[in-house]
């Protein structure tokens, strides 16, 4: 399995269960993943500390850390979304989220190829996407909820399998156009396509569909909202309530 080597989590997870080749463009992002392969806990990144920023604001919204905890331990999808309603969903957080999404809070972190793909008036579509998971998956047993509304990140070692995890400094297309055809039976892409042009999207599908062997599957998300409607789009299935879309496919079918 090709994977984006990214923090490291979805190789770890992918392990125990395959060969997994984790690729990354960016040596600093390699080396992080590195290091948590090895069992380092890691450390915040820009995303974690613009929501450390929120949650420290959010009782400001009536988001008291025991009440946002009680609604973390939840795990009835109707009740929850009672409780956020009746208790989270506040005009106070509706606004603070709205301002914390904007554009203009947003060019401040971020560069800004990353946000021209991005839906407009993203804090309404990042409730739309809270929701979502609120209202399908128990809270209790979501590692995503506990990190997002209160810090907690997962502290679980990593697998004994972790160790086979071949890291590889590259670019993904540039990686498997030097690989064997048919040498790879599923492709976990991230979102690398996000914030690059088209170019680049049809060398990058034409190089999986070259290295895939037969029936091979890929995954791709996206945090814009430019296939949510499609057939393949599973974003609803994911927990971590950030994609717009996360679309499953067939290699053969980029």
Same mark, same amino acid.
């Given at each position: 399995i090709l994977c984006i080597a990214s923090a490291g989590c979805t190789a770890m997870k992918l392990a125990p269960r395959h060969q997994v080749v984790a690729v990354d463009i960016n040596p600093v992002q390699l080396e992080y993943a590195s290091h948590r392969i090895e069992g380092d806990p890691g450390f915040r990144g820009k995303a974690e500390r613009v929501m450390d920023f929120m949650r420290f604001f959010a009782p400001l919204a009536g988001w008291w850390p025991s009440r946002v905890r009680r609604f973390v331990e939840l795990d009835d999808p109707a009740e929850q979304m009672d409780f956020w309603n009746r208790e989270l969903n506040t005009w106070r957080f509706r606004a603070s989220l709205d301002? @914390?999404?904007?554009?203009?809070? @947003? /060019? *401040?972190?971020? *560069?800004? /190829?990353? @946000?021209?793909?991005?839906p407009k008036r993203l804090g309404k579509v990042m409730r739309g996407r809270m929701e979502r998971s609120f209202g399908r998956h128990p809270n209790r047993t979501n590692p995503y909820v506990r990190s997002l509304l209160l810090g907690e990140l997962s502290s679980d070692p =990593? =697998?004994?399998e972790a160790e086979r995890i071949q890291l590889?400094?590259?670019? !993904? *297309?540039?990686?498997?156009e030097s690989q064997p055809a048919a040498g790879f039976d599923g492709f976990t892409l991230s979102n690398i396509l996000d914030g690059v042009d088209d170019a680049y999207r049809q060398r990058l599908f034409a190089a999986v569909k070259r290295a895939a062997a037969p029936d091979a599957m890929t995954v791709l998300r996206s945090f814009?909202? !430019?296939? !949510? &409607?499609?057939p393949a789009n599973r974003a609803a299935d994911d927990r971590s309530? @950030?994609? &717009?879309?996360?679309?499953v496919r067939r290699a053969d079918e980029l």
């Amino acid at each position: 399995i090709l994977c984006i080597a990214s923090a490291g989590c979805t190789a770890m997870k992918l392990a125990p269960r395959h060969q997994v080749v984790a690729v990354d463009i960016n040596p600093v992002q390699l080396e992080y993943a590195s290091h948590r392969i090895e069992g380092d806990p890691g450390f915040r990144g820009k995303a974690e500390r613009v929501m450390d920023f929120m949650r420290f604001f959010a009782p400001l919204a009536g988001w008291w850390p025991s009440r946002v905890r009680r609604f973390v331990e939840l795990d009835d999808p109707a009740e929850q979304m009672d409780f956020w309603n009746r208790e989270l969903n506040t005009w106070r957080f509706r606004a603070s989220l709205d301002g @914390l999404f904007s554009f203009t809070a @947003l /060019r *401040a972190v971020y *560069a800004p /190829r990353f @946000l021209d793909f991005l839906p407009k008036r993203l804090g309404k579509v990042m409730r739309g996407r809270m929701e979502r998971s609120f209202g399908r998956h128990p809270n209790r047993t979501n590692p995503y909820v506990r990190s997002l509304l209160l810090g907690e990140l997962s502290s679980d070692p =990593p =697998p004994p399998e972790a160790e086979r995890i071949q890291l590889v400094h590259a670019d !993904a *297309a540039g990686y498997l156009e030097s690989q064997p055809a048919a040498g790879f039976d599923g492709f976990t892409l991230s979102n690398i396509l996000d914030g690059v042009d088209d170019a680049y999207r049809q060398r990058l599908f034409a190089a999986v569909k070259r290295a895939a062997a037969p029936d091979a599957m890929t995954v791709l998300r996206s945090f814009g909202d !430019a296939d !949510a &409607g499609s057939p393949a789009n599973r974003a609803a299935d994911d927990r971590s309530m @950030l994609w &717009g879309s996360v679309l499953v496919r067939r290699a053969d079918e980029l």
